[in-house]
């Protein structure tokens, strides 16, 4: 059974710092790329960061980028995605995924694992 499991969420203010983990069970991340992706109430999902399967390149949406910083940490099959300077409008259900698409920040993009999903909010 191939699990993602996501923490590091909460309520935080704005102009501060969050860290979400994801960590996999039943595939090896190093294996995929991987997918960070957010949804707001009323608001279409949205790609985050991906880092593509086969390279290793790492890409951002405008929205987040300098702000964003992915990584994976293979010995403890775990994917992170440290968000610093954090806006309201951040605020949303973030969910990891792992897979092997070329479009990796397209919400379009086929994956083959998602995680649960966790809320984040930012809020003073």
């Known amino acids: 059974q191939v699990q993602l499991v996501e923490s590091g969420g909460g309520l935080v203010q704005p102009g501060r710092s969050l860290k979400l983990s994801c960590r996999a069970s039943g595939r090896t991340v190093a294996d995929y790329g991987i997918g960070w992706f957010r949804q707001a109430p009323g608001k279409e999902r949205e790609g985050v960061s991906c880092m593509r399967h086969y390279d290793g390149s790492t890409y951002y949406s405008d929205s987040v980028k300098g702000r964003f910083t992915a990584s994976r940490d293979s010995a403890k099959n775990t994917v992170f995605l440290q968000m610093n300077s954090l806006k309201p409008e951040d605020t949303a259900v973030y969910y990891c995924?792992?897979?092997?698409?070329?479009?990796?920040?397209?919400?379009?993009?086929?994956?083959?694992?998602w995680g649960q999903g966790i809320q984040v909010t930012v809020s003073s």
């Open positions: 995924a792992i897979g092997r698409p070329d479009n990796c920040l397209d919400i379009h993009a086929i994956y083959d694992y």
